[in-house]
């Protein structure tokens, strides 16, 4: 199945959506972004989704990421959709902050690797997995993780992951597991300790290991 991989500059596919047609790195306009996609409109994961997401627009805003869905669905009911959406958040007269892709012959979802051959729908065809792809101001993708159709993301982790590629994109560490802002973070095993020394002003400390090598190193920002 065709796909993208990690570094792969982003196709900057035509389509129409609930804010009009598209051009997607148009659309990005050199911001971080975000798509996100979905098996079918008018479903109860789906809906749960979009409403945390929408919750936390403001959030990732912030980040200065954009946001943007995609959904098999047409743009029609893409917008009765996002009534419900917004309705389940206790937000009925607030539109939805983001767009939706429409992409009712799954052309899109088919060239991204999307579709989910384990679900199937009533005509006997893949749905569209949930995909996440987090693209970076170069329309590079950064990151991108597969859920089946029958599990739900967790937005909070999204926001966490954005916050890792952000800090790491511009400086020589890396995360590590469960890292969250504030947390210390690893200097790159490339970073030698005198450049260390140098870059990281509020010191580098060393993990003891039985092997005695030094490659356990943390710095806080």
């Known amino acids: ?30 911001s971080w972004g975000i798509l996100f996609s979905h098996p079918k409109d008018f479903t109860p994961v789906c809906t749960t989704e979009l409403a945390c997401a929408a919750s936390l627009s403001d959030k990732f805003a912030k980040r200065g990421v954009k946001m ?18 917004m309705a389940f958040n206790s937000q009925p007269s607030s539109p939805l902050p983001f767009p939706i892709i429409a992409d009712e012959k799954r052309e899109l979802a088919t060239k ?13 065809i893949p749905v569209t997995a949930r995909c996440v792809f987090v693209i970076g101001p170069d329309n590079r993708l950064k990151l991108s993780i597969l859920y089946p159709a029958t599990t739900g993301r967790n937005f909070d982790e999204l926001l966490r992951v954005i916050d890792s590629l952000q800090l790491t994109a511009q400086k020589k560490v890396a995360t590590p597991v469960n890292w969250k802002p504030g947390d210390k973070v690893m ?25 005695g090598k030094k490659y356990l190193r ?3 920002l």
Request: charge should be negative; proline fraction near 7%.
């Open 112 to 124: 991204l690797g999307m579709l989910d051959p384990d679900e199937i729908d009533a005509d006997g």
């Open 218 to 220: 943390y710095t806080q």
């Open 68 to 85: 943007i869905a995609l959904s098999v669905d047409g743009v029609e009911d893409h917008c009765g959709w996002s009534k419900d959406v």
């Open 187 to 211: 200097v790159l095993p490339n970073v030698s300790d005198a450049d260390a020394a140098a870059l990281f002003p509020n010191g580098v400390t060393n993990k003891e290991v039985p092997s």
């Open 1 to 30: 199945m065709p796909g993208i991989l990690l570094g792969d500059e982003f196709p900057n596919f035509e389509a129409d959506t609930t804010i009009g047609r598209i051009k997607f790195h148009d659309f990005l306009d050199k």
